[in-house]
C-alpha cells in the first residue's frame, strides 16, 4: 500500500468527509457550493484560537524576538478591522461560554474550564437562550466544529454530561463535530507501541539517529490505522528527513528497524491518543442521532489544525443557498501539549522546523539548565504551532472560496466580495512558557492564561466581512468576549431586546457600529474579566489533588489526575507524585506544598491559585480584586498545614496596549495594593478611577455572589432561572432524573439543586417545598 503525500492528504480526508456527508453519515443539506447574493443574510465564520494571547501578533506590534509567522491572520486583520483592547476571560470554558450565551462567568457559574470533577451546575445550561437558538429564529443553521470545551467530557467516566453526546444538540447546534476533551490527549511517549516504555519518545514519534542514537530509527514500516503498511527509509531527496515524524503525519504507527508484515504487529496501539496527532470526535445532528469517532478510526488520524479544518469545509460545502449559516470552528492550538506539527504546514525558512534540539533525548542537553531548555523548546514549538494554524486558517478560507492564493503564495482575500463574515478570537491568553516575554511586547508569563492581567486576558480579534466600511482600521474602545454574542445577533438581524428576558438582562455590548460606522464613539465604557471555582462533585472517588506550575508561581488543586498536570507542564504533588518527598497519598492541600516547597528552599515564592479574580478597567486604570485561601506554613511538618481564611486583595494599575512596549500590570508597577481594598492615599487621577473602579467591582461580586447561591438561598427549585418554581421545573426536573436511571449512572444537572453530584427525589423535594415560588433573578 502506498501512502499518499501529506500535501494531499487533507484534500483526501475533505474529500472522504463530503462523500459521507451527502450519504447521510454526517448530515448536512445537499446542495452546490455557491457564493449567497448580497440580499441574502451574511453567513457568519467564527474562528476560534486556543490559548492565544495578544502577544503573539505581529499585526498589533508585538510578537517577542522571534515571531511565529502569521501572514493570512495579518491578511484578515488588513482585509478588516483589528481590536486592540479586546478582552477575553482568564480561562477557556468561561470565554467559549460568554460568546454563546452574552454573559459573564458568573452569570452562569461557569467560572473556570470544566473538568471531570465539576457539576454540570458550571455548564452551559439548556434553559439559556444560546446564539444559535437567537439566530435560529433568523433562519440560519449553525455547527459548531472542533474544540469548544463548553461540557463535562463524556458519560462513564465524568458524571457531569447529563444529556450525553447530543449536549450540543441540547445547547441548540444543529450540527457538531468536535471534542468534549478541554484539550488534546498527552502526547503518546511511546509512539504507539506498547511495548515501549513511556518517555522514550518524548514527541509523540520515533526520531532518526542522528537525533536519538539509541531509540531512533532510519528505517522501517508505516502501518496505517485499516492494516495497510508500506517501508519508509529517511531519505532528504524525497523530505523525509525522520521516517517516524513522516509515518505519524500520516496517521501511521511506525514500526523502526522492521519490514511490512501480512498484518500488523499486535503491540502497535491504534486505540491510543498521541497529542495533536489524533482525536475523539463526538458528532451530532438536528434529529438527535448521534456518533463517536476514535483514534482507531482513519478520519480521527492526522494533524488536529488539518482535521478541523477538513471538517468545517466538508460542512461549509453541503450548505444550501437558500439559509444563511454560523459556523463556529475552535481550533485545538495553541493549547499544550506542544507538539511540533507537520512540515507541510511550516514555511521552509521557519526557525526549528528541523531542529533536532526540539526532540532530542534530555541527555543531549547536559550542562543546559532544564528552565532554558524548556522555554527555548516551548517558544520553537509554539512558534511552529501558530504557524500551522495560521496556515490551515489560509486553507479554510481559500476551499470555502472566500479568497484565493496569489502566484506568490500570499492570501488574496478581498471579504466586500463575499457574503460571509469572519471573526477570529483567541479564547484567553498565551499560556506561561509560550508568551512572549522579549521586545516587541514583553509581556509576563507569570501572569498569563489563568489570570486576569493583561497577559492572562488580552487577546487577538479580527472581524472582516462584507459590511466592514474603511478596512484597515484598528478599533482601540473597550470589547468585552460576551459582547460577541450581541455582534452576531446583530449581524443575524436578531432583536436581542425583545429575545431576552427583561429581568435577566445581558452583559453583551452591541458592536456592529464599530463595523459599519468608522467614526463610532466608545460603546463599553468599561472592560470586565473573571474567573473563580466551578460547583465541585463531593461524591466523585477521585478528589482534585495539588498541582504547581513554577514558571506562573502559582498551585492549585483542579486536576484529578497527575496527566493533567503533567500536560501543563506541572509538577504533581498528589498521589504518585514523582517526588520522593511527597507522602505515597499525596498533599491535598496548598498550604502543605507550599510547606514543603519552603522546607526544601526557604525562599520559594509558590502562591495559592485565588479562588476568585476579577478585573476591570476603563482603558487607562485597571482593578484587579483577589480572593485566595491562606495557610498556615509548617516547614517542619507540612501535613499539619491548616486553613486560616480567605483574604482579598485590591491592586490598582495603570495600563496600555502600546507598541512596542505595552504598560502592564505587573508585580512591580501597581499603582497601590490594599487588603481587603486600598486605603492608601493615590493622585487624583488615580483616586477618580478606583473610586469608579471599586464600584463596579462591588456590584460584580454582590452578583457573583447571588448567583452561587440562588439554587440553594435565592431560588431553590428554579432549576431553569425562569424566576419561578412551578410545574414545569417539576417536569424538567422528571426528565433529567429518568436520564440518571436510564443511564444507570448518578449525575448531576441543571436541577441537582443541592449540589450533591445526583439528580434526585432530595431535588424533587425542594421543588416541591418551593412550589408557586417568584424570585428575583439579581441582587436588589
Not at 480561562?91 to 458568573?106: D, Q, V
Not at 547536559?366 to 527555548?376: D, F, K, Q
Not at 498569563?448 to 492572562?456: D, I, L, N
Not at 417539576?730 to 426528565?735: H, I, M, S, T
Request: charged fraction near 20%; charge should be negative; proline fraction near 7%.
Amino acid at each position: 500500500m502506498k501512502a499518499l503525500p501529506l500535501g494531499r492528504r487533507g484534500s483526501l480526508v475533505l474529500l472522504i468527509i463530503s462523500m459521507l456527508m451527502l450519504a447521510g453519515c454526517f448530515g448536512g443539506d445537499d446542495g452546490a457550493t455557491a457564493a449567497l447574493p448580497n440580499t441574502q443574510k451574511p453567513n457568519i465564520l467564527f474562528i476560534v484560537i486556543d490559548d492565544f494571547g495578544l502577544d503573539q501578533m505581529t499585526s498589533y506590534g508585538y510578537g517577542g524576538a522571534v515571531p511565529p509567522k502569521t501572514p493570512n491572520l495579518t491578511a484578515i486583520a488588513k482585509a478588516g478591522l483589528q481590536f486592540r483592547y479586546a478582552w477575553s476571560m482568564p480561562t477557556c470554558t468561561p470565554t467559549r461560554a460568554s460568546f454563546f450565551t452574552g454573559r459573564y462567568p458568573s452569570a452562569t457559574n461557569i467560572l473556570n474550564a470544566v473538568v471531570s470533577t465539576d457539576l454540570a451546575n458550571s455548564e452551559i445550561s439548556p434553559y439559556e437562550l444560546t446564539l444559535p437558538k437567537l439566530l435560529r429564529t433568523q433562519g440560519y443553521i449553525s455547527a459548531l466544529i472542533g474544540k469548544m470545551h463548553l461540557t463535562g467530557t463524556d458519560l462513564g467516566t465524568a458524571p457531569n454530561l447529563p444529556y450525553g453526546h447530543q449536549t450540543m444538540w441540547k445547547l441548540g447546534w444543529d450540527y457538531f463535530d468536535g471534542y468534549l476533551d478541554g484539550a488534546p490527549f498527552p502526547i503518546d511517549t511511546r509512539a504507539g507501541r506498547s511495548n515501549v516504555a513511556e518517555g522514550t519518545h518524548q514527541c509523540g514519534f520515533v526520531a532518526n539517529t542522528n537525533m536519538d542514537a539509541v531509540n531512533g530509527a532510519d528505517t522501517g514500516a508505516c502501518y496505517d490505522v485499516t492494516g495497510g503498511c508500506e517501508p519508509i527509509v529517511r531519505n532528504l531527496d524525497l523530505g523525509i528527513s525522520t521516517p517516524g515524524r513522516s509515518c505519524m503525519e500520516r496517521g501511521g504507527i511506525f514500526d523502526p528497524n522492521q519490514s511490512c508484515r501480512a498484518s500488523p504487529p499486535a503491540y502497535l496501539d491504534f486505540t491510543a491518543q498521541n497529542g495533536y496527532y489524533t482525536g475523539e470526535f463526538i458528532q451530532s445532528w438536528s434529529n438527535g442521532r448521534t456518533r463517536k469517532v476514535g483514534a482507531d478510526d482513519p478520519s480521527a488520524r492526522g494533524y488536529r489544525s488539518t482535521m478541523e479544518t477538513d471538517r468545517a469545509v466538508a460542512w461549509a460545502r453541503q450548505q444550501s443557498k437558500e439559509a444563511p449559516w454560523m459556523m463556529s470552528l475552535g481550533y485545538s492550538a495553541i493549547h499544550t501539549p506542544l507538539q511540533v506539527p507537520p512540515l507541510a504546514l511550516i514555511s521552509d525558512s521557519t526557525l526549528g522546523r528541523n531542529d533536532n534540539l526540539i526532540c532530542s533525548p534530555a541527555s543531549d542537553r547536559e550542562g543546559v539548565p532544564g528552565t532554558i531548555v524548556a522555554m527555548a523548546h516551548d517558544h520553537l514549538v509554539t512558534n511552529l504551532m501558530v504557524e500551522a494554524v495560521d496556515t490551515e486558517i489560509g486553507r479554510l478560507l481559500v476551499e470555502l472560496d472566500l479568497a484565493t492564493w496569489n502566484q506568490d503564495g500570499r492570501l488574496n482575500y478581498q471579504p466586500e466580495k463575499t457574503n460571509t463574515v469572519v471573526v477570529v478570537m483567541g479564547d484567553n491568553g498565551t499560556y506561561v512558557n509560550s508568551v512572549k516575554f522579549t521586545a516587541p511586547g514583553k509581556f509576563d508569563p507569570t501572569r498569563a492564561k489563568a489570570f486576569p492581567y493583561q497577559t492572562g486576558v488580552s487577546v487577538p480579534l479580527l472581524i472582516a466581512g462584507p459590511m466592514v466600511q474603511q478596512p484597515g482600521r484598528e478599533i482601540t474602545h473597550l470589547v468585552s468576549s460576551p459582547d460577541l454574542y450581541h455582534l452576531f445577533a446583530e449581524i443575524a438581524g436578531a432583536d436581542v431586546a425583545t429575545s431576552i428576558p427583561a429581568n435577566r438582562p445581558l452583559d453583551a455590548q452591541p458592536m456592529l457600529a464599530y463595523l459599519t460606522s468608522p467614526g463610532q464613539g466608545a460603546i463599553r465604557s468599561l472592560n470586565f474579566s473573571e474567573m473563580g471555582t466551578n460547583f465541585t462533585n463531593p461524591s466523585m472517588a477521585v478528589a482534585p489533588q495539588p498541582c504547581v506550575v513554577e514558571a506562573a508561581n502559582v498551585c492549585f488543586t483542579i486536576f484529578p489526575q497527575k496527566a493533567l498536570c503533567d500536560d501543563q507542564g506541572g509538577i504533581w504533588y498528589g498521589a504518585g507524585s514523582s517526588d520522593p518527598g511527597v507522602p505515597a497519598a499525596g498533599f491535598s492541600q496548598c498550604g502543605q506544598v507550599m510547606s514543603y516547597r519552603k522546607s526544601l528552599n526557604p525562599g520559594d515564592k509558590v502562591d495559592v491559585l485565588p479562588d476568585s479574580q476579577k478585573a476591570v478597567s476603563d482603558g487607562r486604570h485597571k482593578l484587579v480584586r483577589l480572593n485566595r485561601k491562606t495557610y498556615t506554613i509548617d516547614t517542619a511538618n507540612p501535613l499539619s498545614s491548616s486553613y486560616i481564611e480567605n483574604q482579598n486583595t485590591d491592586e490598582l494599575y495603570e495600563i496600555d496596549m502600546a507598541v512596542p512596549t505595552p504598560k502592564l500590570d505587573r508585580s512591580d508597577n501597581a499603582i497601590a495594593v490594599g487588603s481587603p481594598t486600598i486605603t492608601a492615599p493615590l493622585p487624583a487621577a488615580a483616586q477618580q478611577a478606583y473610586v469608579t473602579l471599586k464600584a463596579e467591582m462591588d456590584w460584580r461580586d454582590r452578583v457573583a455572589a447571588f448567583n452561587y447561591q440562588y439554587d440553594t438561598v435565592h431560588c431553590p427549585g428554579d432549576g431553569n432561572r425562569d424566576g419561578a418554581v412551578d410545574q414545569k421545573d417539576l417536569d424538567l426536573w422528571a426528565e433529567l432524573s429518568q436520564r440518571n436511571l436510564d443511564n444507570g449512572v448518578a449525575q448531576s444537572s441543571w436541577y441537582d439543586l443541592n449540589h450533591d453530584g445526583k439528580t434526585d427525589e432530595t431535588d424533587r423535594a425542594l421543588i416541591e417545598a418551593n412550589l408557586g415560588r417568584s424570585c428575583a433573578l439579581s441582587p436588589l
